[in-house]
């Protein structure tokens, strides 16, 4: 089980990442200059009443949202993942899914955290990144 604290401090480890609050929720976020790769996202009135008319409900705990390369690879993810992932009907069309850290173990949720990054640094850093963990 990963906890809101691991996943601020693997997303902190990562280079150019920095952390905001604020916005409607004053969740914390972590992002890059060209966007977020990871939010705490909380329920919706209407995002309840979609799951609601769906007979699902919103996951106890705090979820994550995680940016993803594109809508394949979140296709693939839910449906491999579908204990630990999951998406809702704000997402539809979108790059990212949600995450539930009271399910997801710690070196999975880095794994996504890690590749959420890689969608959105800079390439030079990328490359950096990459060479440095031999994964060029």
Do not use: N, Y
């Amino acid at each position: 089980m990963a906890t809101l604290a691991d996943a601020r401090e693997i997303a902190m480890s990562l280079p150019g990442v920095e952390e905001r609050t604020g916005g409607h929720t004053g969740a914390p976020e972590w992002r890059l200059r060209s966007g977020a790769i990871a939010w705490v996202r909380g329920p919706t009135k209407s995002d309840l009443r979609v799951l609601d008319e769906l007979d699902r409900s919103w996951p106890d705990g705090v979820v994550l949202g995680i940016r993803v390369a594109d809508l394949q690879e979140k296709e693939a993810l839910l449906a491999a993942e579908p204990d630990v992932l999951f998406t809702i009907a704000h997402f539809d069309g979108f790059p990212g899914l949600l995450v539930m850290l009271d399910v997801i173990d710690r070196d999975r949720l880095e794994e996504l955290l890690c590749d959420a990054w890689l969608v959105r640094a800079p390439a030079r850093e990328r490359k950096a990144w990459l060479a440095e963990r031999g994964w060029e």
